[in-house]
Structure formats: structure tokens, C-alpha cells
Antibody
Framework: EVQLVQSEAEVKKPGESLKITCQGS????????IGWVRQMPGKGLEWMAL????????RYSPSFQGQVTISADKSISTAYLQWSSLKASDTAMYYC???????????WGQGTLVTVSS | SYELTQPPSVSVSPGQTARITCSGD??????AYWYQQKPGQAPVVVIY???ERPSGIPERFSGSTSGTTATLTISGVQAEDEADYHC???????????FGGGTKLNVL
């Protein structure tokens, strides 16, 4: 059974750094793209970034390029999304999801709520 | 940048047919995908490759595409179908995924 398990909710202050995690199991983590999707409160889904853990090839949405960093550690089947300096506007639910050949997201994590407030 | 357009909301009575549209210039070349998202839950794929239904998704969910418009049809809507529905498709070059704005299905 494919599973993606994300890290717990975070509450941070503006300017702080953060790294959230997504651990995959039940499939070949190395040979499948995995991505992050943002959902701001009451809004739709926005694709942020994708990574292919096998060779660390990455793709970023133009809207998020330079704002976040995606990475992966294939030895522990875990993908990461990182911020160096959070803003209040980063407050959102973040989902990781497996991407079937860059076409669509077939399995999703449970989501990590990030709240940024002074 | 490439955009997919959905209506903000669709309302139907139980037992009726709901149709949710998604418009995008690349849809004649790229497949459409549909996700159902209930409050407090992660999205779930209900239609992939325009019209394919994953195992476990009820037969009342179907999908079609004509020209630049993809349509998700829910026949015999049930109260449990009340949710947000998001369409998604790759951009015209297949380089990255794009989501529509989402449609809230209200079951009156």
C-alpha cells in the first residue's frame, strides 16, 4: 500500500526557517517523482515543486522558484520542503504527493499545516 | 502562464446530475485529471486521463473532454458528494502540472 506520511503542524514566527518532511512507503521512492502542493486557507491547490529522488532532478513552479527548496534523501525515502525566512503569507496547508510521470498526483500525504504569525 | 478555469460553485439536488467544467487551451493535447477534496481531508483522484476511474471510485463519477473543455459528471448525486472538485492538467509542453481554481459542489 502506497503511503505518504508528513510531519506535524508547525507554528513559526516571520523570519524563521522551516523544513517539513514527507516519508514514502509501499512503492519505489527512488523511481517516482514527488512534489509539494500548497493550499492557502479557503483557496485552491497550487503546485510548488517536484523532485525525482533517483537523480535529484528538480522542477519549480515559477511562482515558487527562489521562495522554497525541495530536496530528498532516498536512503530514508523522505522528501523535504524548506524555507529560509518565513512570511505570514506562507501560512497554509502543504501536501506532498506522488506524481505519476509529471502528469498528475496519484497519492497524497495527509498535509502539514504551517502557521506563521508574530 | 497557463491557466485552467473552473466555475466557483455548482449546486444540485440529490439524485440530479452535476456537471463541473474546466477550460484550458492545452486540453486538446493534454489529459485532464479531477480530484475530490472534502473538508479537512487531502485530495483524492476521482478521474484520470480524461475519463478513467480509479478503483474504489463509484461509477456515478465520469469524465469527458471536448476541445478546450473537460467535464466531470456526477450522475445521481448523493449528499456525500458535497466537496470541492479540482481539475488539473499538464501545461502544453507537459513540463509541469497546473490546477484549476476549484469548484465547490453544493448538494441542496
Amino acid at each position: 500500500e502506497v503511503q505518504l506520511v508528513q510531519s506535524e503542524a508547525e507554528v513559526k514566527k516571520p523570519g524563521e526557517s522551516l523544513k517539513i518532511t514527507c516519508q514514502g512507503s509501499g512503492y519505489s521512492f527512488t523511481n517516482n517523482w514527488i512534489g509539494w502542493v500548497r493550499q492557502m486557507p479557503g483557496k485552491g491547490l497550487e503546485w510548488m515543486a517536484l523532485i525525482y529522488p533517483g537523480d535529484s532532478d528538480t522542477r519549480y513552479s515559477p511562482s515558487f522558484q527562489g521562495q522554497v527548496t525541495i530536496s530528498a534523501d532516498k536512503s530514508i525515502s523522505t522528501a523535504y520542503l524548506q524555507w529560509s525566512s518565513l512570511k505570514a503569507s506562507d501560512t497554509a496547508m502543504y501536501y506532498c504527493a506522488r506524481a505519476e510521470r509529471l502528469n498528475y498526483f496519484d497519492y497524497w500525504g495527509q498535509g502539514t499545516l504551517v502557521t506563521v504569525s508574530s | 502562464s497557463y491557466e485552467l478555469t473552473q466555475p466557483p460553485s455548482v449546486s444540485v439536488s440529490p439524485g440530479q446530475t452535476a456537471r463541473i467544467t474546466c477550460s484550458g487551451d492545452a486540453l486538446p493535447k493534454q489529459y485532464a485529471y479531477w480530484y475530490q477534496q472534502k473538508p479537512g481531508q487531502a485530495p483524492v483522484v476521482v478521474i484520470y486521463k480524461d475519463s478513467e476511474r480509479p478503483s474504489g471510485i463509484p461509477e456515478r463519477f465520469s469524465g469527458s473532454t471536448s476541445g478546450t473543455t473537460a467535464t466531470l459528471t456526477i450522475s445521481g448525486v448523493q449528499a456525500e458528494d458535497e466537496a470541492d472538485y479540482h481539475c488539473q492538467s499538464p501545461d502544453s509542453s507537459g513540463t509541469y502540472p497546473v490546477f484549476g481554481g476549484g469548484t465547490k459542489l453544493n448538494v441542496l
